[in-house]
T-cell receptor
Framework: DAGITQSPRHKVTETGTPVTLRCHQT?????MYWYRQDPGHGLRLIHY???????DKGEVSDGYSVSRSKTEDFLLTLESATSSQTSVYFC??????????????FGPGTRLTVT | KQEVTQIPAALSVPEGENLVLNCSFT??????LQWFRQDPGKGLTSLLL?????REQTSGRLNASLDKSSGRSTLYIAASQPGDSATYLC????????????FGQGTTLQVKP
């Protein structure tokens, strides 16, 4: 998994509680991404980061926030979890090559269930 | 809005067969296209990356082609094996510096011994 770990790997939480997922990389890559994967929707980008403290929204960012205080860590927070946020969450990384951001490498995923 | 479609959604073939997976996209202004493999309960593994200026890329038994003008890419798998059974996803990178990917929903391949 290209030096990418995600924690926790599985989590069950109740509606209304805050949840933070962590992505940690050892590759020193500049770009980091959070996706969610759902049946019928495929993989969709939530937020991404293009450097420490530099983040931007993806296509399904409502209800999520992110932070990146160090190159190696990218945190995804669900401020108040809802059942619609039950999903598998993937972190990905990529580096900036001569032609722009290079291919993405994915972590093993976090399965989140909101009851 | 860029949309990526993969047909068929599922495919079952006998071992040894050569096969083609299809990926189409609505906006030809892509930066590059990436093919991934996903095993059940696992993350995505990058297989091939084709830049918009390239026509094809090869890795072992895999060959990916890109026809940007027609909005299509194919992944060719030669001499399929049961270990090739997985879901195959294609994703296009938009013409930007952000590296954001738009994914298709995947083709689930089963190779029967």
């Amino acid at each position: 998994d290209a030096g990418i770990t995600q924690s926790p790997r599985h989590k069950v939480t109740e509606t209304g509680t805050p949840v933070t997922l962590r992505c940690h990389q050892t590759e020193n890559h500049r770009y980091m991404y959070w996706y969610r994967q759902d049946p019928g929707h495929g993989l969709r980008l939530i937020h991404y980061s293009y450097g420490v403290k530099d983040t931007d929204k993806g296509e399904v960012s409502d209800g999520y926030s992110v932070s990146r205080s160090k190159t190696e860590d990218f945190l995804l927070t669900l401020e108040s979890a809802t059942s619609s946020q039950t999903s598998v969450y993937f972190c990905a990384i990529s580096e900036l090559g001569r032609l722009g951001p290079y291919e993405q490498y994915f972590g093993p995923g976090t399965r989140l269930t909101v009851t | 809005k860029q949309e990526v479609t993969q047909i068929p959604a599922a495919l079952s073939v006998p071992e040894g067969e050569n096969l083609v997976l299809n990926c189409s996209f609505t906006d030809s202004a892509i930066y590059n296209l990436q093919w991934f493999r996903q095993d059940p309960g696992k993350g995505l593994t990058s297989l091939l990356l084709i830049q918009s200026s390239q026509r094809e890329q090869t890795s072992g038994r895999l060959n990916a082609s890109l026809d940007k003008s027609s909005g299509r890419s194919t992944l060719y798998i030669a001499a399929s094996q049961p270990g090739d059974s997985a879901t195959y996803l294609c994703a296009v990178r938009l013409s930007s510096n952000t590296g954001k990917l738009i994914f298709g929903q995947g083709t689930t391949l089963q190779v029967k011994p």
